[in-house]
């Protein structure tokens, strides 16, 4: 079947659509019904059925014959070390992990914080709380303590699963003190930790609360698998908003199993026994979705490497990984490969690995930038696929379905919507756009299976994000214009959240943090684009009068403040004094108009503004540090 076929099949009969892929799963109870709309505009899917997500990923793999398979392979150059866990040593070791944490109170529904790097324990650590049906929530080792304490007070954790350590090229990340401080912060206390001591450090453990993960898990009765309702929440998983405060996304059990199934084959073209590999982090949604769950519960392979796209040592580093391991299709974002590009700009160091198993090379997490496309296209020979998709989601909203059909590739967008997804591009008023023209991108209610139900402890949140705006649709916070041949192009955020180098940040947040710099009266941050990393974090701070402060001291301060309080992967390293902000004269900064200035694009005096004068004032502010033409 075509991929347009395949599409409108899902159009006519979403309901047979969803329940022929769920035949892909293993069920405790098989779903009779695949929506449920009961509560419309709230959806939920499979609430029917009940299954067990650890059962899926590991255990029916084993009981299929595929035991002494590779499941995951650690290869970590930042230590040296390469490993390989099977199937069935995958099971042995998940279950017991599993009865550590029942033997201790963990339960149904409970949840788990997840602090861990990139070692395989990691997505034990997920799968073992999965089995229990309990709810992990990995937090990504590059936030700081600050950052983890508002997700234990929100997600109100049981346990804490932590590494000793995080190893970046440059330093050690030291996961333990950071997890203490974020407790000491936090008004939740979890009832307890457990420390996966790591060679490069060993932690301090304290009495009582905290437990070796070795020690823990010694004696463990091997847990069974827990089967819960298909609305059941898999995981939560924090992503950057407006505000400060992070949203709590919900990944609904059954949908997620159904949905990530039928990814591996329709877009990745994975089959069972092939090698997957994401070179993303466990703490995003990527991480989640195809570093775990998805390659596993296809059977597959996956690749959890522990390292960088250069420097650990070369930029030849993920051309090696994919030819020692026989990498079928993998996945990349594309700041990775534009640092990647910019130590091999001629292709030399790529085409001394071969890759003779390389099929595809998948990019996501933000726009990827034609010449970047072109030198990979060009270097590695295989399709290079852009796919658009976010935390929200889970999976890809638009991609090119390899499994289903190689579509032409326009190089610019993530090509078509994937079935589950009907997108519309709106104006203000909600009003469908014709081909080409730019506005908000919306997908009609429902989303498809495994796509958010709600954020935790906040449905209210939930409406007020993304279905008020629109009635009837999901707004997803990007804008972009489908054309005539309904591909989709996705050009900028429509809110306070910017990208760097793949990372979802919400300039919002880093606001709150400088506002709370004593000397700081008033402050924005923008994103100003960045050959490496798309977009990097710049700050402008108006100081109190009679301050008397260095500004070069101030700014280093306040860059040392969003390091302590959000963690160096904010990457917040430039900031500006100036004597005002640009605003409208209801008081709005003009953050739109500041980006072009910066940026060195045209750009027109709104006619809204307080003060032209002030947009002067930015301009020499951002030449006296190269940007602006400067
Ligand atoms: N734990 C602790 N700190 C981390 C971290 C982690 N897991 N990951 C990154 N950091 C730190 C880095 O050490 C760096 O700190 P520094 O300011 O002390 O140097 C900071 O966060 C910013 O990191 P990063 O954005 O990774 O920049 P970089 O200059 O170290 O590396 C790239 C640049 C392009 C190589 C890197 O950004 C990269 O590999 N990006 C791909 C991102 C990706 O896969 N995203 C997933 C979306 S699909
Ligand atoms: P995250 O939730 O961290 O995955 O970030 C999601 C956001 O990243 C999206 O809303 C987009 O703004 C951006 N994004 C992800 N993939 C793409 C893509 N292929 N092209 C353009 N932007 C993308």
Redesign the pocket.
């Known amino acids: 079947m075509s991929y347009a076929q395949v599409y409108q099949q899902w159009q006519q009969d979403p309901e047979s659509f969803w329940l022929s892929a769920a035949d892909g799963i293993d069920w405790v109870t098989q779903p009779r019904k695949a929506l449920d709309a009961s509560r419309a505009p709230f959806y939920e899917w499979f609430t029917d059925a009940r299954v067990n997500t650890c059962w899926n990923a590991v255990d029916r793999h084993v009981a299929a014959g595929r035991g002494n398979q590779a499941a995951i392979i650690h290869d970590s150059p930042v230590t040296g070390t390469k490993r390989v866990i099977t199937y069935f040593e995958l099971q042995e070791r998940v279950a017991r992990l599993a009865g550590a944490l029942k033997a201790r109170g963990v339960t149904k529904g409970d949840r788990v914080i997840i602090y861990m790097?990139?070692v395989p324990e990691a997505l034990e650590a997920m799968l073992a709380t999965a089995r229990l049906g309990a709810i992990h929530s990995v937090v990504?080792?590059?936030?700081a303590a600050a950052e983890l304490a508002v997700r234990i007070d929100d997600c109100t954790p049981k346990a804490i699963i932590a590494g000793s350590c995080?190893i970046?090229?440059?330093?050690t990340?030291h996961y333990k003190p950071l997890l203490d401080a974020a407790i000491d912060m936090a008004s939740h206390k979890p009832d307890f930790c457990v420390i996966f001591q790591r060679d490069q450090e060993v932690a301090k453990l304290i009495a009582g609360r905290d437990h070796d993960w070795h020690a823990f898990q010694a004696d463990a009765v091997p847990a069974d698998c827990v089967a819960v309702e298909g609305n059941h929440p898999a995981y939560i998983l924090y992503t950057s908003g407006t505000t400060g405060a992070p949203k709590g996304v919900v990944r609904p059990t059954a949908g997620h199993l159904v949905a990530l199934n039928w990814t591996m084959k329709a877009i990745y073209d994975c089959a069972p026994g092939d090698v997957f590999w994401?070179?993303?982090?466990v703490?995003?949604?990527?991480?989640h979705s195809y570093i775990c769950y998805g390659p596993l519960i296809a059977g597959c392979t996956t690749i959890v490497y522990e390292g960088?796209?250069?420097?650990t040592p070369d930029a030849g580093a993920f051309w090696r990984v994919i030819h020692e391991h026989k990498v079928k299709s993998f996945?990349?974002?594309p700041?990775?490969l534009?640092?990647i590009k910019r130590d091999d700009a001629d292709g030399a160091i790529a085409a001394s690995y071969d890759r003779p198993s390389l099929k595809a090379l998948f990019l996501?997490?933000?726009r990827a930038d034609p010449d970047t496309i072109e030198w990979a296209q060009r270097h590695l020979k295989v399709p290079v696929i852009d796919h658009w998709w976010q935390t929200e989601t889970g999976y890809a909203i638009a991609a090119n379905p390899l499994g289903i059909e190689a579509l032409p590739v326009k190089i610019g967008s993530p090509s078509v919507p994937m079935p589950g997804y009907d997108v519309h591009v709106l104006d203000e008023g909600g009003h469908p756009l014709s081909s080409g023209a730019l506005g908000a991108i919306a997908i009609r209610l429902p989303l498809p299976p495994g796509t958010l139900p709600t954020l935790w402890n906040a449905e209210d949140r939930f409406h007020k994000s993304y279905l008020s705006h629109f009635p009837g649709y999901y707004e997803t916070g990007d804008a972009g214009y489908l054309d005539e041949d309904g591909y989709l192009y996705i050009m900028a955020r429509t809110d306070d959240v910017i990208n760097?180098?793949?990372?979802r940040l919400s300039t919002g947040a880093m606001e709150e943090v400088l506002a709370g710099h004593r000397d700081v009266a008033e402050c924005a941050v923008i994103g100003v684009a960045d050959a490496?990393?798309g977009q990097s974090p710049l700050g402008f701070l108006c100081l109190n009068k009679g301050a008397g402060r260095d500004h070069a001291d101030v700014v280093a301060e306040c860059v040392a403040l969003v390091?302590d309080k959000i963690?160096?992967?904010?990457?917040f390293?430039r900031a500006v004094v100036v004597e005002r902000l640009p605003k409208t004269r209801s008081g709005k900064i003009l953050r739109g108009t500041m980006v072009k200035i910066a940026d060195g694009h045209s750009w027109k005096m709104p006619a809204t503004i307080d003060d032209p004068g002030s947009l002067d004032e930015i301009t020499a502010a951002l030449k006296t540090i190269g940007l602006a033409g400067g």
């Open positions: 790097p990139m990504f080792g590059g936030f995080g970046e090229p440059t330093r990340v994401a070179a993303s982090d703490g995003w949604v990527v991480g960088k796209p250069v420097g996945f990349t974002a700041t990775a534009r640092a996501a997490g933000e760097v180098a793949g990372h490496l990393k390091r963690g160096p992967v904010a990457d390293k």
